[in-house]
Protein backbone atom coordinates (compact mmCIF):
# COMPACT_ATOMS: atom_id res chain seq x y z
CA UNK A 1 0.00 0.00 0.00
CA UNK A 2 1.26 3.61 -0.40
CA UNK A 3 -0.94 6.23 1.04
CA UNK A 4 -0.04 9.98 1.10
CA UNK A 5 -1.45 11.46 4.37
CA UNK A 6 0.69 14.55 4.29
CA UNK A 7 -2.24 16.49 2.60
CA UNK A 8 -1.19 19.70 5.16
CA UNK A 9 2.04 20.10 3.85
CA UNK A 10 1.64 20.02 0.10
CA UNK A 11 -1.26 18.35 -2.08
CA UNK A 12 -0.91 16.49 -5.35
CA UNK A 13 -2.23 18.34 -8.69
CA UNK A 14 -5.24 17.46 -9.59
CA UNK A 15 -5.86 16.61 -13.40
CA UNK A 16 -7.93 19.71 -14.06
CA UNK A 17 -5.00 22.13 -12.60
CA UNK A 18 -2.38 20.41 -14.74
CA UNK A 19 -4.24 20.60 -17.98
CA UNK A 20 -5.55 24.28 -17.37
CA UNK A 21 -1.40 24.87 -16.80
CA UNK A 22 -0.80 23.03 -19.85
CA UNK A 23 -3.51 24.44 -21.61
CA UNK A 24 -1.61 27.72 -20.95
CA UNK A 25 1.65 27.08 -21.30
CA UNK A 26 0.92 25.83 -25.07
CA UNK A 27 -1.70 28.50 -25.67
CA UNK A 28 -1.21 31.63 -23.57
CA UNK A 29 2.65 32.11 -23.04
CA UNK A 30 2.43 35.96 -24.07
CA UNK A 31 3.43 38.31 -21.03
CA UNK A 32 0.42 40.19 -20.06
CA UNK A 33 1.99 43.65 -20.22
CA UNK A 34 2.86 43.06 -23.84
CA UNK A 35 0.41 45.36 -26.25
CA UNK A 36 0.41 43.18 -29.16
CA UNK A 37 -2.33 40.16 -29.23
CA UNK A 38 -0.15 37.36 -28.02
CA UNK A 39 -0.04 39.43 -24.87
CA UNK A 40 -2.98 40.49 -24.85
CA UNK A 41 -4.38 37.08 -24.97
CA UNK A 42 -2.84 36.27 -21.56
CA UNK A 43 -4.01 39.45 -20.11
CA UNK A 44 -7.40 38.34 -21.17
CA UNK A 45 -6.69 35.31 -19.38
CA UNK A 46 -5.05 36.52 -15.93
CA UNK A 47 -8.01 38.49 -15.81
CA UNK A 48 -10.29 35.97 -16.37
CA UNK A 49 -8.64 33.76 -13.63
CA UNK A 50 -8.54 36.53 -11.24
CA UNK A 51 -12.47 36.89 -11.48
CA UNK A 52 -12.89 33.01 -10.59
CA UNK A 53 -10.38 33.14 -7.80
CA UNK A 54 -12.33 36.64 -6.58
CA UNK A 55 -15.66 35.49 -6.69
CA UNK A 56 -15.47 32.37 -4.98
CA UNK A 57 -14.24 34.08 -1.82
CA UNK A 58 -16.40 36.81 -2.49
CA UNK A 59 -14.16 39.42 -3.27
CA UNK A 60 -14.08 41.79 -5.97
CA UNK A 61 -11.55 41.17 -9.12
CA UNK A 62 -9.29 44.40 -8.01
CA UNK A 63 -9.16 42.80 -4.33
CA UNK A 64 -7.26 40.12 -5.64
CA UNK A 65 -3.08 40.39 -5.72
CA UNK A 66 -1.40 36.95 -7.55
CA UNK A 67 1.72 36.30 -5.23
CA UNK A 68 4.34 33.40 -5.02
CA UNK A 69 2.35 31.24 -2.18
CA UNK A 70 1.29 31.91 1.07
CA UNK A 71 4.34 33.16 2.68
CA UNK A 72 4.49 36.13 0.72
CA UNK A 73 1.11 36.73 1.16
CA UNK A 74 1.41 36.54 4.95
CA UNK A 75 4.62 39.08 5.10
CA UNK A 76 3.26 40.98 2.39
CA UNK A 77 -0.29 41.55 4.57
CA UNK A 78 1.28 42.01 8.02
CA UNK A 79 4.69 44.33 6.29
CA UNK A 80 1.64 46.76 4.93
CA UNK A 81 -0.53 46.64 8.19
CA UNK A 82 1.99 47.20 10.08
CA UNK A 83 2.83 50.38 7.79
CA UNK A 84 -0.68 51.90 7.56
CA UNK A 85 -0.64 51.64 11.66
CA UNK A 86 2.42 52.96 11.77
CA UNK A 87 1.94 56.25 9.77
CA UNK A 88 -0.83 56.68 12.55
CA UNK A 89 1.07 55.75 15.45
CA UNK A 90 -0.53 52.38 16.17
CA UNK A 91 2.12 49.96 16.84
CA UNK A 92 0.05 46.98 18.64
CA UNK A 93 -0.48 43.95 16.97
CA UNK A 94 -2.62 41.03 17.97
CA UNK A 95 -1.77 37.45 16.80
CA UNK A 96 -2.48 34.14 18.21
CA UNK A 97 0.60 31.47 19.69
CA UNK A 98 0.05 28.80 16.89
CA UNK A 99 0.55 30.84 13.45
CA UNK A 100 2.74 29.68 10.87
CA UNK A 101 6.37 30.47 11.08
CA UNK A 102 5.37 32.78 8.27
CA UNK A 103 3.60 35.16 10.00
CA UNK A 104 4.94 34.56 13.92
CA UNK A 105 8.92 35.67 11.92
CA UNK A 106 6.78 38.19 10.28
CA UNK A 107 6.09 39.73 13.69
CA UNK A 108 9.91 39.14 14.88
CA UNK A 109 10.22 41.08 11.83
CA UNK A 110 7.91 43.98 13.14
CA UNK A 111 8.89 43.49 16.79
CA UNK A 112 12.38 44.47 16.01
CA UNK A 113 10.73 47.59 14.53
CA UNK A 114 9.30 48.70 17.48
CA UNK A 115 6.14 47.30 17.36
CA UNK A 116 4.43 45.38 20.06
CA UNK A 117 2.80 42.02 19.71
CA UNK A 118 0.52 40.44 21.87
CA UNK A 119 0.30 36.45 20.99
CA UNK A 120 -3.19 34.83 22.21
CA UNK A 121 -3.48 31.54 24.01
CA UNK A 122 -5.56 28.97 22.15
CA UNK A 123 -6.13 26.45 24.95
CA UNK A 124 -6.43 23.21 25.00
CA UNK A 125 -8.88 22.89 22.60
CA UNK A 126 -6.63 25.18 19.76
CA UNK A 127 -8.99 27.85 19.34
CA UNK A 128 -8.98 31.46 20.64
CA UNK A 129 -11.17 33.19 22.92
CA UNK A 130 -12.99 35.99 20.82
CA UNK A 131 -13.40 37.57 24.96
CA UNK A 132 -9.85 37.51 25.26
CA UNK A 133 -9.04 38.81 21.96
CA UNK A 134 -11.67 41.63 22.74
CA UNK A 135 -9.53 42.27 25.98
CA UNK A 136 -6.24 42.22 24.25
CA UNK A 137 -7.02 45.28 22.10
CA UNK A 138 -5.91 48.77 23.03
CA UNK A 139 -6.35 52.01 21.83
CA UNK A 140 -3.17 51.73 19.32
CA UNK A 141 -3.81 48.18 18.21
CA UNK A 142 -3.26 48.27 14.20
CA UNK A 143 -3.75 44.54 13.03
CA UNK A 144 -5.34 41.27 14.51
CA UNK A 145 -4.16 38.40 12.49
CA UNK A 146 -5.69 35.17 13.02
CA UNK A 147 -5.48 32.39 11.07
CA UNK A 148 -8.56 30.64 9.67
CA UNK A 149 -7.57 26.99 10.14
CA UNK A 150 -4.39 25.53 12.35
CA UNK A 151 -2.02 23.54 9.75
CA UNK A 152 -0.61 21.13 12.39
CA UNK A 153 -3.96 20.36 14.33
CA UNK A 154 -6.56 21.71 12.37
CA UNK A 155 -8.58 23.38 14.59
CA UNK A 156 -10.94 26.20 13.14
CA UNK A 157 -11.11 29.62 15.04
CA UNK A 158 -14.26 32.02 14.83
CA UNK A 159 -13.35 34.13 12.02
CA UNK A 160 -16.38 35.69 11.45
CA UNK A 161 -16.65 36.75 15.21
CA UNK A 162 -13.28 38.40 15.13
CA UNK A 163 -13.59 39.77 11.41
CA UNK A 164 -17.03 41.36 13.07
CA UNK A 165 -15.41 42.64 16.42
CA UNK A 166 -12.31 43.78 14.41
CA UNK A 167 -14.77 45.39 11.89
CA UNK A 168 -16.53 47.42 14.97
CA UNK A 169 -13.25 48.38 16.37
CA UNK A 170 -11.58 50.01 13.12
CA UNK A 171 -8.99 47.06 13.17
CA UNK A 172 -6.94 45.67 10.53
CA UNK A 173 -8.12 41.95 10.29
CA UNK A 174 -5.49 39.63 8.17
CA UNK A 175 -6.31 35.78 8.34
CA UNK A 176 -4.22 33.15 6.69
CA UNK A 177 -6.32 31.11 5.39
CA UNK A 178 -3.80 28.71 3.65
CA UNK A 179 -5.18 25.49 5.31
CA UNK A 180 -8.64 26.63 4.38
CA UNK A 181 -9.28 28.37 0.84
CA UNK A 182 -10.56 25.40 -0.62
CA UNK A 183 -11.28 22.99 2.17
CA UNK A 184 -14.24 25.31 3.88
CA UNK A 185 -16.61 28.23 2.84
CA UNK A 186 -14.75 31.73 2.86
CA UNK A 187 -16.91 34.49 2.01
CA UNK A 188 -14.47 37.44 2.88
CA UNK A 189 -17.50 40.29 2.72
CA UNK A 190 -20.08 38.27 4.90
CA UNK A 191 -17.00 37.36 7.48
CA UNK A 192 -15.48 40.75 7.88
CA UNK A 193 -11.64 39.88 6.79
CA UNK A 194 -9.99 42.75 5.39
CA UNK A 195 -6.76 40.46 4.25
CA UNK A 196 -6.43 37.00 3.56
CA UNK A 197 -3.81 34.35 2.50
CA UNK A 198 -3.75 31.58 0.06
CA UNK A 199 -1.92 29.13 -1.38
CA UNK A 200 -2.66 27.44 -4.95
CA UNK A 201 -0.46 23.80 -3.60
CA UNK A 202 -2.62 23.05 -0.25
CA UNK A 203 -5.74 22.95 -2.62
CA UNK A 204 -4.40 20.45 -5.70
CA UNK A 205 -2.87 23.42 -7.46
CA UNK A 206 0.66 24.51 -8.38
CA UNK A 207 3.76 25.35 -6.33
CA UNK A 208 4.84 28.39 -5.87
CA UNK A 209 1.66 30.33 -6.65
CA UNK A 210 -0.96 31.98 -4.22
CA UNK A 211 -2.84 35.26 -3.86
CA UNK A 212 -3.15 37.93 -1.06
CA UNK A 213 -7.10 39.21 -0.65
CA UNK A 214 -6.67 43.27 0.47
CA UNK A 215 -10.21 44.91 1.06
CA UNK A 216 -10.27 48.01 -1.65
CA UNK A 217 -8.97 50.81 0.56
CA UNK A 218 -6.27 49.24 2.16
CA UNK A 219 -3.38 50.22 0.63
CA UNK A 220 -1.05 47.37 -0.05
CA UNK A 221 2.91 48.02 0.65
CA UNK A 222 5.25 46.15 -2.18
CA UNK A 223 7.59 43.75 -0.80
CA UNK A 224 9.21 43.23 -4.42
CA UNK A 225 9.72 46.81 -6.55
CA UNK A 226 9.74 46.84 -10.24
CA UNK A 227 7.25 46.81 -12.98
CA UNK A 228 3.25 47.72 -12.23
CA UNK A 229 1.87 44.95 -12.60
CA UNK A 230 -0.62 43.40 -9.83
CA UNK A 231 -1.74 47.24 -10.05
CA UNK A 232 1.47 48.48 -9.01
CA UNK A 233 1.77 46.03 -5.85
CA UNK A 234 3.47 43.14 -7.02
CA UNK A 235 6.31 43.69 -9.65
CA UNK A 236 7.72 40.71 -12.06
CA UNK A 237 5.64 39.09 -14.77
CA UNK A 238 2.85 37.11 -13.68
CA UNK A 239 2.76 33.18 -13.55
CA UNK A 240 0.24 32.68 -15.48
CA UNK A 241 0.61 28.92 -16.21
CA UNK A 242 0.47 28.52 -12.04
CA UNK A 243 -2.47 31.00 -11.85
CA UNK A 244 -4.19 29.09 -14.49
CA UNK A 245 -3.73 25.94 -12.17
CA UNK A 246 -4.86 27.77 -8.97
CA UNK A 247 -8.06 29.05 -10.70
CA UNK A 248 -9.07 25.37 -12.19
CA UNK A 249 -8.23 23.24 -9.22
CA UNK A 250 -10.13 26.08 -6.60
CA UNK A 251 -12.76 25.73 -8.71
CA UNK A 252 -12.80 22.01 -8.76
CA UNK A 253 -11.79 22.17 -5.36
CA UNK A 254 -15.33 24.44 -4.20
CA UNK A 255 -17.50 22.25 -6.65
CA UNK A 256 -16.93 19.35 -4.65
CA UNK A 257 -16.51 20.66 -0.88
CA UNK A 258 -19.26 18.98 0.58
CA UNK A 259 -19.40 15.73 -0.45
CA UNK A 260 -15.49 15.88 -0.14
CA UNK A 261 -16.03 17.10 3.47
CA UNK A 262 -18.53 14.40 3.97
CA UNK A 263 -16.10 11.80 3.44
CA UNK A 264 -13.44 12.73 5.13
CA UNK A 265 -15.30 13.65 8.30
CA UNK A 266 -16.26 10.08 8.64
CA UNK A 267 -12.46 8.93 7.50
CA UNK A 268 -11.26 11.21 9.35
CA UNK A 269 -13.58 9.75 12.79
CA UNK A 270 -12.94 6.73 12.39
CA UNK A 271 -8.86 7.31 12.46
CA UNK A 272 -9.69 9.51 15.54
CA UNK A 273 -12.23 6.22 17.13
CA UNK A 274 -9.28 3.90 16.05
CA UNK A 275 -5.95 6.11 17.47
CA UNK A 276 -7.85 6.61 20.44
CA UNK A 277 -7.86 2.63 21.17
CA UNK A 278 -4.16 3.49 21.57
CA UNK A 279 -3.33 3.48 25.44
CA UNK A 280 -1.93 6.94 26.61
CA UNK A 281 -2.50 8.47 23.66
CA UNK A 282 -4.75 11.69 23.12
CA UNK A 283 -6.43 13.61 20.11
CA UNK A 284 -4.18 17.46 19.91
CA UNK A 285 -6.92 20.03 19.35
CA UNK A 286 -10.95 20.21 19.46
CA UNK A 287 -12.58 16.94 17.95
CA UNK A 288 -15.44 18.66 16.12
CA UNK A 289 -14.26 22.23 15.32
CA UNK A 290 -11.59 20.76 12.84
CA UNK A 291 -10.73 20.61 8.91
CA UNK A 292 -12.34 17.09 7.73
CA UNK A 293 -8.66 16.19 6.78
CA UNK A 294 -6.68 16.64 9.66
CA UNK A 295 -6.10 13.91 12.59
CA UNK A 296 -3.04 14.60 14.94
CA UNK A 297 -2.41 12.74 18.57
CA UNK A 298 0.10 12.61 20.76
CA UNK A 299 1.59 9.06 21.88
CA UNK A 300 3.00 8.86 25.00
CA UNK A 301 6.49 7.19 25.62
CA UNK A 302 7.75 7.15 21.79
CA UNK A 303 9.34 10.00 19.26
CA UNK A 304 7.62 10.92 16.43
CA UNK A 305 10.39 11.06 14.26
CA UNK A 306 11.25 7.00 14.66
CA UNK A 307 7.35 6.67 14.10
CA UNK A 308 7.29 8.37 10.66
CA UNK A 309 10.43 6.62 9.83
CA UNK A 310 8.65 3.25 10.26
CA UNK A 311 5.46 3.97 8.76
CA UNK A 312 7.41 5.18 5.50
CA UNK A 313 8.46 1.68 5.60
CA UNK A 314 4.85 0.47 5.31
CA UNK A 315 4.16 3.04 2.74
CA UNK A 316 2.38 5.97 4.39
CA UNK A 317 3.84 9.43 4.60
CA UNK A 318 2.59 11.45 7.14
CA UNK A 319 4.13 14.15 9.52
CA UNK A 320 5.19 14.82 12.67
CA UNK A 321 5.24 17.33 15.92
CA UNK A 322 8.58 17.97 16.03
CA UNK A 323 10.63 19.70 13.66
CA UNK A 324 14.21 18.89 13.46
CA UNK A 325 16.23 22.35 13.14
CA UNK A 326 19.91 21.90 12.94
CA UNK A 327 20.31 18.87 14.58
CA UNK A 328 18.05 20.50 17.86
CA UNK A 329 14.67 18.24 18.12
CA UNK A 330 12.48 21.26 19.07
CA UNK A 331 8.82 20.23 19.88
CA UNK A 332 6.62 21.84 17.40
CA UNK A 333 5.07 25.36 18.73
CA UNK A 334 1.75 24.29 17.71
CA UNK A 335 1.69 21.46 20.35
CA UNK A 336 3.04 23.64 22.78
CA UNK A 337 0.47 26.24 22.69
CA UNK A 338 -2.23 23.62 23.46
CA UNK A 339 -0.30 22.69 27.03
CA UNK A 340 1.50 19.41 25.94
CA UNK A 341 4.38 19.14 27.36
CA UNK A 342 7.82 18.61 25.21
CA UNK A 343 7.84 15.05 25.72
CA UNK A 344 4.57 14.18 24.74
CA UNK A 345 4.83 16.87 22.20
CA UNK A 346 7.65 14.83 20.41
CA UNK A 347 5.56 11.28 20.11
CA UNK A 348 3.07 12.95 17.74
CA UNK A 349 1.76 12.04 14.92
CA UNK A 350 -0.07 14.31 12.07
CA UNK A 351 -2.36 12.33 9.48
CA UNK A 352 -3.85 14.71 6.67
CA UNK A 353 -5.83 12.92 4.47
CA UNK A 354 -7.02 13.88 0.79
CA UNK A 355 -10.49 13.25 -0.86
CA UNK A 356 -9.70 10.01 -2.27
CA UNK A 357 -8.86 8.10 0.96
CA UNK A 358 -10.68 4.40 1.23
CA UNK A 359 -11.88 3.25 4.54
CA UNK A 360 -9.45 0.34 3.67
CA UNK A 361 -7.15 2.36 3.67
CA UNK A 362 -7.78 4.10 6.99
CA UNK A 363 -7.91 0.76 8.55
CA UNK A 364 -4.33 -0.05 7.23
CA UNK A 365 -2.85 3.44 8.60
CA UNK A 366 -4.74 2.30 12.54
CA UNK A 367 -3.81 -1.17 11.87
CA UNK A 368 0.35 -0.28 11.47
CA UNK A 369 0.29 2.86 13.69
CA UNK A 370 -0.98 0.31 16.37
CA UNK A 371 1.51 -1.63 15.64
CA UNK A 372 4.43 0.77 15.19
CA UNK A 373 3.62 2.91 18.68
CA UNK A 374 3.47 -0.45 20.54
CA UNK A 375 7.20 -1.56 19.10
CA UNK A 376 8.71 2.13 19.92
CA UNK A 377 7.52 1.47 23.32
CA UNK A 378 8.53 -2.03 23.61
CA UNK A 379 12.29 -0.42 23.78
CA UNK A 380 11.57 2.98 25.35
CA UNK A 381 13.38 4.45 28.18
CA UNK A 382 10.47 6.32 29.10
CA UNK A 383 8.29 3.84 28.33
CA UNK A 384 10.13 1.77 30.74
CA UNK A 385 9.88 4.75 33.63
CA UNK A 386 6.21 5.11 32.91
CA UNK A 387 4.85 1.55 33.39
CA UNK A 388 7.25 0.77 36.06
CA UNK A 389 5.85 4.14 38.01
CA UNK A 390 9.17 5.58 37.95
CA UNK A 391 7.50 8.98 36.08
CA UNK A 392 3.43 9.23 35.89
CA UNK A 393 1.32 9.15 32.89
CA UNK A 394 0.56 12.64 31.50
CA UNK A 395 -1.69 11.19 28.99
CA UNK A 396 -4.61 8.89 30.44
C1 LIG B 1 1.67 26.03 3.84
C2 LIG B 1 1.30 27.17 4.70
C3 LIG B 1 1.88 28.44 4.52
C4 LIG B 1 2.96 28.69 3.50
O1 LIG B 1 2.48 28.62 2.21
P1 LIG B 1 3.52 28.49 0.99
O2 LIG B 1 2.68 28.63 -0.22
O3 LIG B 1 4.12 27.14 1.11
O4 LIG B 1 4.51 29.59 1.15
C5 LIG B 1 1.46 29.47 5.32
N1 LIG B 1 0.51 29.29 6.25
C6 LIG B 1 -0.07 28.09 6.46
C7 LIG B 1 -1.13 27.95 7.50
C8 LIG B 1 0.31 26.98 5.69
O5 LIG B 1 -0.25 25.80 5.91
Not at 66 to 86: P, Y
Request: proline content about 2%.
Amino acid sequence: MNIYADNAATTKMSEAAIRAMTDCMYNYFGNPSSLYRTGQIAKEKLEEYREEIAKIIGAEPREIIFTSGGSESDNQALLSAAMIGKKKGKMHIISSAFEHHAILHTLKKLEKNGFEVTLLPVHENGIIRVEELNEAIRDDTCLVTIMTANNEIGTIQPIGEIGSLCREKGIIFHTDAVQAVGHIPIDVKAQNIDMLSASAHKFHGAKGVGFLYCRRGIVLSNLIEGGAQERGKRAGTENLPGIASMAASLKQAVENMESDNAHKTIIRDHLIKGLSEIPHSALNGDAQKRLSGNVNFSFEGIEGESLLILLDQKGISASSGSACTSGALDPSHVLLSIGRIHDVAHGSLRLSIGEDITIEEADYIIENVKEVVAYLRSFSPVWRDLVTGKKEFILK
